[in-house]
Nanobody
Framework: QVQLVESGGGLVQAGSSLRLSCAAS????????MGWFRQAPGKEREFVAA????????YYVDSVKGRFTISRDNAKNTVALQMNSLKPEDTALYYC?????????????????WGQGTQVTVSS
């Protein structure tokens, strides 16, 4: 089982940037797609971004396109989410997830392991 540990969350003002990181265990990381999801209080878990195993294909929910960038370093077993121009509606608990297939999914049930989450709070 792949273990994931997120970091990088915090409290920032609207318009600021944050960079979330996710460190993964295991030797097969480079064969897995990775995703970021978020969940705000009282709301369902929402897909944010995903990246294929090679890193060549990325996918974003419309609300973050042009502001967030997902990337990965297969040599270091890490995936990152660079978040710019943050808005109060981006406030949520952000989760990193691994899918033991090379291509992404936007459906959280299609992911196999999850981190504990890192809180992002954006004040107006």
């Amino acid at each position: 089982q792949v273990q994931l540990v997120e970091s990088g969350g915090g409290l920032v003002q609207a318009g600021s940037s944050l960079r979330l990181s996710c460190a993964a265990s295991g030797r097969a990381f480079s064969t897995y797609a990775m995703g970021w999801f978020r969940q705000a209080p009282g709301k369902e878990r929402e897909f944010v971004a995903a990246i294929s195993s090679s890193g060549r294909i990325t996918y974003y929910v419309d609300s973050v396109k042009g502001r967030f960038t997902i990337s990965r370093d297969n040599a270091k077993n890490t995936v990152a989410l660079q978040m710019n121009s943050l808005k109060p509606e981006d406030t949520a608990l952000y989760y990193c997830a691994v899918r033991r297939l090379p291509y992404h999914s936007t459906v959280w049930r299609n992911y196999d392991s999850w981190g504990q989450g890192t809180q992002v709070t954006v004040s107006s």
